[in-house]
């Protein structure tokens, strides 16, 4: 082992190259390792915005599609949505229920209902505009609309659309009796004098033989959505939020006049699948399960894009950075060691001359470079995550508001209720929330600096063996 | 006895196209106990020799043996840690060590036993070639070239080994200094039973060894010197 102390001598003697290479190294360490923390930073920040925008898959029909390929005239304006290929029919929801991370599932339905006796909730418009935006007189609809929910929590409170002020939501034995509970809105509850434990009547709009069938309220809620002026004024009154009712999916056939079936066209399913990062791979799934002609299957992909854009630029740069600045280190590193060990041929050719082992030349010449590598590498972990720290701050991110509303209204103006979006997306959320930290964790430091120290190990090893082929003589020979 | 036999070696370079032979169906045997000395025109194949018997190259014919044991089956890298020490002109020494951690360094890659600790064996041997201690731990570089032949001649007997190389080893010093060296070596071969063999064109060391050889057209000739039986 005494060519660890000829290493140590060496870095000792020779302390101009010994000062080059550990400003080489910690300079080429703190870029690598800030561009690592930036890196890192902004895979963190992306999986905090898919966690907050949830792991909620929204199965619904695609009216986007489904508007232009009527426009086009691909398909007939008449056409039963139910009908068209993979649209969310019950059947179809089902079989995405039983694929991989689903945990739960929450069926919406729409049914608008009516009863004279109760006052229907009017939008006051907060600007006057004139002329536009009347809802078109000739399409009758409901004064209000039920809306359904699978899963323990509806959809709607469990993002935040709407916030239960008193009550409950329906409980097991309710859900298995399919008893007619239901959730009102609190400004419709206040107009008309309604409390928990009171009954509402109500009776399915434009069905034949329809009598009326009782609710009891079980609960208050109240809805977050602001509506966009002009979306309100255009949009059905019974799907304003406050003249909408949930109730259990189960108890929905109890109003309904057609039985619920497999081929029953649901307004939407929501997902919620095991964790976030499951996302991509549902989708997958799905498309190989169902053909998806028009159906959407959306995470609030919009949203995340939007949000997750500039970072992840951010996290590629950095990235890329990385790699570039080990490569050139590398070559760097690997030009220096050239230069040296020809400059160190009579000492190689000199201790071969004496019996030294070319393996523990070679493994000399790897001390002296790992022990000033490790040197400057253990001192830019502390480093290198500041100047990360200030390349996040500098590149500034845009505060823009970015919330995209899909407030369930494409198709709002005269057609069945059926094709709104079944649930709105969270609107709390902006790109305020998306913070980035810049903090390394044990293992992607160690990795990065053990890579490093390989990259440095390889770049010495190749010139050193160039030398060590020659016998002694010949590299005795061309110094003498 | 014959310490080092070489039979029938030959080595040569390709100049261009062509072979040019320099050391020629060569065989000689050296025997312990004697100080050898060779010399010869420049360029006549001295140092060529010198490094077929210190093993820094392989002979392209014939076999060198080392006690009756050719050198490549010891293994030539084994054979230069364990058997033999040679001795340059010049580039003898790590630059970056001092002159006992030069002595110290090769201690530690013979595998002969050598007397512990090494620094205090290393340290006495230095100072019998007239090294003291506040010399022996300079760097290199600030010692004369008198005083670092000395050092690499510590360093060939640090090793215990009974086959001593030179080439040259005086050409850079002054007479006085090249008389002192040749008496050590003198001493190695008379008193420590060395087989002592030194490449030199000077008459004075010619004229103090036992054997004073000749290399002619690729062969060795006895100028002077016994015959041994
Ligand atoms: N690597 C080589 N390639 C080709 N020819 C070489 C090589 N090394 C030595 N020679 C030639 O071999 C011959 C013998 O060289 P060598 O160094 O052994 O001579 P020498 O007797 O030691 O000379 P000097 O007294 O000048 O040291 C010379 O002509 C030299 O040019
Ligand atoms: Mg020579």
Redesign the interface.
């Known amino acids: 082992m005494y060519f660890i102390l000829r290493a140590i001598e060496y870095i000792k003697k020779q302390k101009a190259k010994t000062i080059l290479l550990f400003v080489l190294f910690f300079i080429i360490a703190n870029i690598a390792m800030a561009g690592l923390s930036v890196y890192r930073a902004s895979e963190v920040a992306k999986q905090n915005i898919r966690t907050e925008i949830g792991a909620n898959v929204v199965y619904s029909i695609d009216s986007v599609k489904l508007t232009t390929d009527v426009k086009s005239g691909l398909i007939e304006y008449e056409t039963d949505a139910s009908t068209l290929a993979g649209v969310p029919l019950l059947k179809n929801v089902q079989l995405l229920v039983n694929l991989d991370y689903v945990k739960s599932v929450d069926m919406i339905l729409h049914l608008e209902v009516v009863n004279e006796l109760l006052e229907q909730y009017i939008y006051i418009p907060t600007t006057t505009q004139t002329g536009q935006g009347k809802v078109n007189p000739t399409v009758e609809t409901g004064d209000f609309s039920l809306k359904t929910y699978s899963s323990l929590i509806p959809t709607d409170f469990s993002n935040n659309n709407a916030t239960l002020v008193e009550g409950r939501f329906a409980n097991e034995t309710e859900i298995s009796s399919a008893s007619n509970v239901i959730l009102v809105e609190k400004t419709f509850a206040d107009n008309n004098q309604l409390k928990l434990g009171d009954t509402v009547e109500l009776t399915e709009f434009n069905a034949t033989d329809s009598s009326p069938i009782s609710f009891t309220i079980i609960g208050i809620y109240k809805s977050n959505v602001v509506l966009d002026d002009r979306i309100a004024r255009t949009m059905s009154p019974a799907l304003l939020p406050q003249n909408q009712f949930f109730i259990h999916f189960d108890a929905i056939e109890n109003i309904m006049s057609t039985p619920v079936s497999d081929d029953t066209l649901l307004a939407g399913a929501v997902f919620e699948l095991e964790d976030p990062t499951y996302i991509s791979a549902f989708k997958v799934f799905a498309a190989e399960k169902i053909d998806l002609k028009y159906g959407l299957l959306d995470a609030n992909d919009a949203l995340y894009n939007q949000l997750s854009g500039p970072i992840d630029s951010l996290g590629n740069l950095s990235g890329m950075m990385v790699i570039i600045v080990m490569i050139a280190g590398a070559l760097i590193l690997g030009l220096i060691t050239a230069l040296t060990v020809n400059q160190r041929k009579y000492e190689i050719g000199m201790l071969l001359a004496i019996g030294e082992s070319k393996l523990k030349i070679i493994s000399q010449f790897i001390v002296e470079v790992a022990v000033i590598a490790v040197i400057a590498f253990g001192l830019s972990v502390f480093t290198g995550i500041q100047a990360g720290k200030m390349i996040s701050e500098s590149v500034s991110m845009q505060p823009s508001t970015a919330v995209v509303s899909t407030t369930g209204t494409q198709s709002g103006r005269g057609s069945s209720s059926k094709y709104t979006q079944p649930v709105m997306t969270n609107p709390s959320m902006n790109i305020d929330d998306v913070e980035i930290n810049i903090e390394l964790d044990g293992k992607s430091i160690l990795l990065l600096l053990g890579s490093g120290l390989l990259i440095s190990i390889v770049s010495v090893i190749i010139p050193a063996l160039y030398v060590t082929r020659y016998n002694p003589k010949q590299i005795l020979n061309n110094i003498g | 006895m014959s310490i080092l036999s070489l039979k029938n070696v030959s080595y040569g370079y390709i100049d261009g196209n062509k072979k040019r032979t320099i050391i020629n169906d060569l065989s000689y045997d050296f025997e312990v106990g004697k100080f050898y000395t060779i010399f010869g025109p420049s360029g006549s194949g001295k140092t060529t020799l010198l490094?077929l018997i210190?093993a820094?190259?392989?002979t392209q014919e014939g076999a060198i043996l080392f006690d009756g044991q050719s050198i490549e089956s010891i293994g030539l890298?084994?054979?230069?840690?364990?058997h033999q020490?040679?001795v340059?002109?010049?580039?003898?020494?790590?630059?970056?060590?001092s002159a006992l951690?030069n002595v110290?360094?090769?201690m530690?890659?013979?595998n002969n036993p050598i007397p512990k600790p090494y620094k205090e064996t290393a340290l006495k041997l230095l100072n019998q070639l007239g090294i003291v201690e506040s010399k022996a731990i300079r760097?290199i570089q600030k010692l004369s070239g008198g005083e670092q032949q000395r050092v690499a001649i510590a360093?060939a007997l640090a090793t215990n080994v009974k086959l001593i190389l030179a080439d040259e080893p005086t050409g850079n010093l002054d007479t006085d200094t090249e008389r002192e060296i040749i008496s050590i070596f003198k001493n190695l071969a008379h008193d420590y039973q060395c087989c002592v063999i030194v490449v030199s064109h000077s008459q004075e060391v010619t004229k103090e060894s036992d054997v004073s050889l000749r290399l002619t057209n690729g062969k060795l000739v006895e100028i002077k010197g016994e015959k041994h039986e």
């Open positions: 490094s210190g820094l190259e392989k890298s084994k054979y230069r840690r364990n020490s040679i340059f002109q010049q580039f003898n020494l790590l630059p970056y060590l951690d110290i360094n090769v530690n890659i013979t760097s360093r």
